[in-house]
């Protein structure tokens, strides 16, 4: 006998779907149980029995406050933030990483991209311009991230989105090296704006090969630029001990 699949299985499997495709998002509270089972059209036992499902797979957490869903990438972040954090090599294969991986990406999203990925690049791209505009290097840097994740997106691979995700939640903790300090070094967030518009324009183009060669252009110059900053850096280091190297010298 071929038995119906329980309504709550259905419902928890219909979630779990949406939670890998990247529609709902680590850290995103759901609508209310009430609002929930009205908008699938199910009944609150099933709904909750389904929540439950998920719950137990670690994949939403409920509290009295709601239903999130839950930062299921973070056993994996912590201890890779513990590891990567302050070591100049990691910040070198990260973008070495990338070269690979954005190409690709870039190279999918210019085929796969739907209507409704046009519109986030789009809207992306114009609020990284209006925060350019008002030279607020927060806003500009929080956009940069946006788009690389909107690129994501739109390649259609759940495997990289999620990948990248751990990626994405090092970057905005200035893991792998600092955003901010790179959107304030002079002249350089003018070429990052240009970059990131010409990535979206040969994606929403449908153009893979240019959109390919625009992302892995841009993460070059990114991680050159990121290199100037750490030797500047270092040289101000060393000339500051030689400043003060008469504290570790006997008195003449």
Do not use: W
């Amino acid at each position: 006998m071929i038995r119906p699949e329980k309504l709550g299985d259905a419902i928890a499997e219909h979630l779990e779907k949406l939670i890998l495709e990247g529609v709902l998002r680590p850290g995103e509270k759901l609508a209310s149980e009430r609002d929930l089972a009205l908008k699938l059209d199910v009944s609150r036992p099933s709904l909750r029995e389904a929540l439950e499902k998920l719950q137990s797979k670690g994949l939403i957490e409920t509290s009295k406050g709601g239903t999130v869903v839950a930062q299921f990438l973070a056993p994996l972040s912590r201890p890779l933030a513990e590891l990567f954090a302050d070591k100049p090599r990691v910040t070198a294969d990260y973008f070495e990483y990338r070269r690979i991986i954005e190409g690709q990406a870039a190279a999918l999203a210019a085929t796969r991209a739907t209507d409704v990925d046009r519109a986030a690049l789009k809207e992306c791209c114009e609020r990284m311009e209006k925060a350019h505009e008002i030279e607020d290097p927060s806003q500009e840097a929080a956009a940069d991230a946006d788009l690389h994740q909107f690129v994501y997106e739109s390649a259609h691979n759940v495997v990289l989105l999620h990948v990248m995700r751990v990626f994405g939640e090092l970057l905005r903790n200035d893991v792998l090296y600092n955003r901010h300090q790179l959107y304030r070094r002079f002249g350089v967030r003018d070429q990052l704006l240009k970059q990131h518009l010409v990535i979206a324009k040969e994606i929403l183009r449908g153009d893979p090969k240019a959109a390919e060669k625009a992302a892995s252009e841009h993460i070059n110059f990114t991680f050159q630029t990121i290199e100037d900053i750490r030797r500047d850096e270092e040289r101000v280091e060393v000339s500051l001990r030689r400043v003060s190297r008469s504290d570790l010298l006997a008195d003449s």
